[in-house]
């Protein structure tokens, strides 16, 4: 057996067992402490609530235990088992230039992995969702997303990919620094466009009318000195009944969204400090460091991928028999996430790191007993778990857990 194989083989057991493992301490933790409200909490949030949470967050983690016992035998399947050499191989059957060739080989493989995702992002709608009153989708709806989200992936995706595999064939030994400039050009001009261009195909966008709620908000940004290109509220109960507000856009094409479930859940001073939390972000640079360290994470993996595409033990010992530059690309892309795992807790822990830091902001810009209360409602109403397993948080949340985050916040309280 190749050497590599074995090591692949290593690493994935590693990766997924130590997944389901921290997943198992998640479902017995979270089970334990479900007949009972954790005491920082005891006055704000009801037993009721507290056990919807429980249930709603053990149901979630069982569907994703069966989605990744189902990617393994899929990855395994596409890589050792001869799946990617067959899908190549057989459009190579066809009279197409070895560019066209290359990417409906690789569009089939991503269509592949669509359609076998789709029965799990059924289950996790119409019966999960749907089971702790969070679902508002249709099915109608529901496959015109689908569908129009494969259209998009093609439309836009494509051109992209065959750009890249252009540059691979072409450009010489250093083409992964001309497609590193190509996907970062690419995802900053798509970052750019997303509010005007994508969001509106999926969502409908109204301008928040003018009221006190808007003036306070107005009010809020040019205290903490941010431009945005409008307010605006986001129809989210046409899906779900979760509630939200983010950033998006970058430049003078930025965008405050609120969903509409979030605006009819908080009162205006929640909205207020939420809001605060978000421009957080902005005024820490958190958005700019994150793409910095995204950028610097994709520049290494094409160097890695450039190397390994010279490496003949990298195709067969994932047992590829088409050494090619396109095979080798779909190759990367499904099997890095493997070595890459233990990766994760990394950047979870500066990503908590920036959500104290936001809300550090956030408590100097608004009321913080605000934030507090209207954090409170949005676990409840999304119903996310009070209780973690804290080795579970820490390998896989990208906020601080509930009870850790308000008392970070009471603390600031204290202190001010």
Not at 120 to 137: A, C, D, P, R
Not at 173 to 188: E, H, K, N, Q, R
Not at 354 to 362: G, I, L, P, R
């Amino acid at each position: 057996m190749n050497t590599f194989t074995v090591l692949f083989l290593v690493a994935l057991v590693l990766s997924y067992g130590v997944q389901f493992w921290l997943a198992m301490r998640q479902k017995a933790h979270v089970l334990q402490h479900r007949d009972q409200v954790p005491a920082a909490f005891r006055d704000r949030v009801s037993l009721a609530a507290h056990q919807k949470a429980a249930d709603y967050t053990v149901e979630k983690s069982k569907l994703g235990d069966l989605d990744s016992v189902v990617g393994i035998v899929f990855l395994l399947a596409l890589t050792l088992g001869g799946g990617i050499s067959l899908v190549f191989d057989f459009w190579a059957t066809f009279d197409l230039s070895p560019l066209k060739a290359s990417l409906a080989a690789m569009a089939s493989v991503f269509l592949l992995m669509t359609v076998v995702e789709i029965p799990f992002s059924l289950y996790q709608t119409f019966v999960i969702e749907e089971k702790f009153g969070f679902n508002k989708n249709t099915l109608p709806q529901f496959v015109k997303d689908q569908l129009l989200s494969v259209a998009l992936t093609l439309g836009i995706g494509l051109p992209i990919l065959a750009l890249i595999l252009w540059v691979m064939d072409s450009i010489g030994d250093l083409w992964w620094l001309y497609a590193w400039a190509i996907m970062m050009g690419f995802s900053l001009l798509m970052s750019w466009l997303f509010p005007t261009l994508i969001a509106p195909l999926f969502n409908k966008f109204e301008p928040m009318q003018d009221s006190s709620l808007k003036q306070r908000i107005q009010t809020l940004l040019e205290r903490c000195g941010f431009n945005s290109n409008g307010i605006f509220i986001m129809d989210g109960s046409r899906r779900s009944g979760h509630g939200n507000a983010y950033f998006t856009g970058l430049g003078n094409n930025k965008r405050i969204v609120f969903f509409d479930t979030l605006v009819k859940s908080l009162d205006e001073s929640e909205l207020e400090a939420v809001l605060a939390h978000e421009l957080g972000h902005f005024k820490c640079k958190h958005t700019i460091k994150m793409l910095i360290a995204s950028s610097l994470m994709t520049l290494i993996s094409f160097a890695i991928l450039g190397w390994l595409i010279t490496q003949d033990w990298f195709f067969d010992g994932l047992g590829v028999g088409t050494h090619s530059n396109a095979a080798a690309l779909l190759l990367f892309m499904l099997v890095s996430p493997v070595f890459t795992t233990f990766m994760q807790p990394i950047s979870a822990f500066f990503q908590r790191k920036f959500e104290f830091e936001a809300d550090d902001f956030a408590t100097r810009n608004a009321e913080a007993g605000k934030l507090i209360s209207g954090l409170v409602k949005l676990y409840e109403e999304n119903a996310s778990t009070l209780t973690p397993d804290p080795l579970y948080s820490a390998f896989h949340y990208s906020h601080p857990p509930a009870a850790i985050r308000i008392a970070h916040i009471e603390e600031k309280i204290q202190t001010a």
